[in-house]
């Protein structure tokens, strides 16, 4: 493993197992005294569940099945193939799950971004969806790591603030709904990370010539910091186990860099009002430093902003010459390309802007050929012949 920091050095630290030394009370057992007091329902998380560990050693329910697809804004919009990678794996594996046609942005970029918006706006969004997730039996998870956060601080607000929990169950009256809360909020990458043996198990690509840098997402691991998963197998606990967990799994090298704990530049508010800082910090401060540390075939990462930043931002310092150019997806495409996806049908690479294309061909894939096969199916749809692509389709 290329390492800044040795993995063994940072296993002398020690790995924070004590849940008494977590910054926050375990707000599950607040919710259920809030549930017993009849203030509140606590949608419990349904069987078959992992229990992973978190930050200081307490443990979080990981539902396997009967989940509730929380999309993301950026993903359908920006990169479809993180979506669609992980509805993939969900159908793949086996599993039960529901794409709600009813459920809303979280709206949590208006917050961040602008501060345009309030703490019972935010609240009556986030409890609106998780009242239509509770309908259905269903329980929620997040795609988005901005989502993610976002619902754990309006969870803090509404939870500990009384006032707040008036009001926003006053909307959700209003809405004809109930006012609930789910035992744990769940992103989907610790789906990913709960099942990632079951993906290797499933492995149908030879992984172990690939060298991948991981880009932890800020909104996953640095907000509610005690709620994301560590593993002391994994960097001795002193990092996040989601993600670099996965693509050990499959067999794949994690290489380390300096800048490992750097935001990807996306930032919410800079990435609209200064979209070139935006777009310099991506390159300069995470992908030059791993392309001069590490030379990774590949940047992972479990965040729409993330991709989108990181991927998106290489063309400008590309065209001055700038040491860039490497590829960047998500954990979901990553382990959908190892279990065999197509890498246009699931994964819809040609939605990414930087090359690709010499990743396929270490993977041991013919994108020309999967080209070939897509651009029929685009054939197809163009003279109407079918409407969308089916299951049968994209796992032919």
């Not at 990462?301 to 490497?326: I, M």
Request: proline share 5%; net charge negative.
């Amino acid at each position: 493993m290329t390492s800044i920091i040795p993995v063994e050095s940072l296993k002398t630290k020690p790995f924070r197992v004590d849940p008494s030394e977590a910054p926050t009370e375990d707000i599950r057992e607040v919710l259920f005294e809030l549930e017993e007091a009849g203030e509140i329902i606590v949608q419990r998380v349904p069987e078959p569940y992992v229990e992973v560990m978190t930050k200081y050693g307490r443990t979080k329910k990981i539902p396997l099945g009967q989940t509730w697809h929380h999309k993301s804004c950026g993903q359908c919009g920006h990169i479809p193939g993180y979506s669609t990678s992980i509805f993939w794996l969900t159908r793949k594996l086996g599993y039960d799950y529901i794409d709600p046609k009813d459920q809303t942005s979280c709206t949590a970029w208006n917050y961040y971004a602008s501060a345009t918006s309030n703490v019972a706006a935010q609240g009556g969004v986030a409890m609106r969806n998780f009242a239509a997730a509770y309908e259905t039996g269903y329980f929620p998870l997040i795609h988005c790591g901005t989502s993610y956060g976002h619902y754990k601080e309006v969870r803090h607000e509404i939870v500990h603030h009384d006032d707040v929990r008036a009001t926003v169950r006053d909307i959700m009256s209003k809405l004809g709904k109930p006012l609930v809360m789910p035992e744990e909020i769940v992103h989907y990458s610790e789906w990913v990370h709960a099942v990632r043996d079951q993906i290797a198990q499933h492995q149908v690509r030879d992984f172990s010539d690939i060298v991948a840098c991981v880009h932890p997402a800020c909104h996953y691991y640095k907000l509610i910091q005690e709620d994301a998963i560590y593993d002391p197998d994994i960097y001795g606990g002193q990092r996040t186990a989601t993600v670099s967990g996965l693509i050990l799994a499959l067999g794949a090298e994690v290489a380390d860099y300096s800048t490992f704990f750097d935001c990807c530049g996306f930032g919410f508010r800079h990435i609209l009002v200064s979209r070139d800082f935006s777009r310099s910090f991506a390159t300069m401060r995470k992908i030059e430093v791993m392309k001069e540390e590490a030379n990774p075939d590949v940047v992972i990462t479990h965040d729409t902003g993330c991709v989108t930043t990181l991927d998106k931002s290489q063309f400008a310092p590309q065209a001055h010459g700038r040491n860039v150019g490497v590829p960047v997806m998500s954990d979901a495409q990553f382990a959908a390309l190892a279990m065999g996806a197509h890498p246009y049908r699931v994964c819809q690479l040609h939605w990414h802007s930087t090359d690709y294309r010499p990743l396929l061909e270490k993977m041991g894939i013919d994108w020309e050929a999967a080209w070939i096969e897509f651009e029929k199916d685009l054939k197809r749809l163009e003279a109407n012949e079918i409407e969308y692509l089916t299951w049968e389709d994209v796992d032919g």
